[in-house]
């Protein structure tokens, strides 16, 4: 059973540029969160999506955003990077709920020059 | 505030020597406290959630507690492999479990 899956593993990118990340879930899975994980700050919650529907949002800036498509695959997007979202980007799926917990993928990490 | 601390940051073991972790939580309404373990350049890997006070779940050399306040993991006679950063989570009051809570973690080293 293939796991979560994310595309690309690594990005570089420059100050002003936009980013897009991908997340394919565990087929059967429609929900799908979204991490930022950073050494100084830990993991923190970006967005969290369920059959196409934005459940939950963090405290990030608007320059954050994401999507959900119908096949649950979901992309989230930088607008104007700042080095400050260098980070790793991490994608979790569930299907059955708090008793398996959230699979995480590998993350993918974007580093902001 | 809904807050997760977790300790020590870091934590070094000879193989063999058993000890806790520790994750204190403040959040109202409990929905579950999650532990994972992270190894460098992976994602976090599910282990435990535990949901009422006095609750245990066990997996291989690990144990992990509840209480009203804070959860321990147990790790007993740990072996090299056991050596990672081991997260704890809780949703926030009101939020799914989509939606968590993290601690920084405990980075934890074992000594052959």
């Known amino acids: 059973k293939a796991g979560v899956t994310q595309t690309p593993r690594y990005l570089i990118k420059t100050r002003g540029q936009q980013v897009t990340l991908s997340c394919s879930p565990i087929s059967g899975h429609r929900s799908v969160s979204w991490y930022q994980q950073t050494p100084g700050q830990g993991l923190q919650f970006l967005f969290e999506?369920?059959?196409?529907?934005?459940?939950n949002k963090g405290n990030f800036p608007g320059r954050f955003s994401g999507r959900q498509f119908s096949n649950s695959r979901s992309e989230m997007n930088v607008s104007t990077l700042e080095l400050g979202d260098s980070a790793l980007y991490l994608c979790?799926?569930?299907?059955?709920?708090?008793?398996?917990?959230?699979?995480f993928g590998s993350g993918t990490r974007l580093t902001v020059v | 505030e809904d807050q997760v601390t977790q300790s020590p940051e870091a934590l070094r073991l000879q193989e063999g020597e058993s000890s806790s972790l520790n994750c204190s939580y403040t959040v109202s309404g409990l929905r579950g406290l999650f532990w994972y373990r992270q190894d460098p350049g992976k994602g976090p890997e599910f282990l435990f959630t535990l949901y009422s006070a006095g609750e245990e779940k066990e997996k291989e050399r690990l144990k992990a507690t509840l209480t009203k306040k804070e959860s321990f993991l147990h790790i007993t006679a740990p072996k090299p492999e056991d050596s990672a950063t081991y997260l704890c989570a809780v949703p926030p009051q009101g939020g799914s479990q989509g939606n968590l809570i993290f601690g920084k973690g405990t980075k934890l080293s074992v000594k052959p």
């Open positions: 999506y369920f059959s196409e529907t934005q459940r």
């Open positions: 979790a799926s569930s299907g059955q709920g708090a008793l398996y917990g959230y699979t």
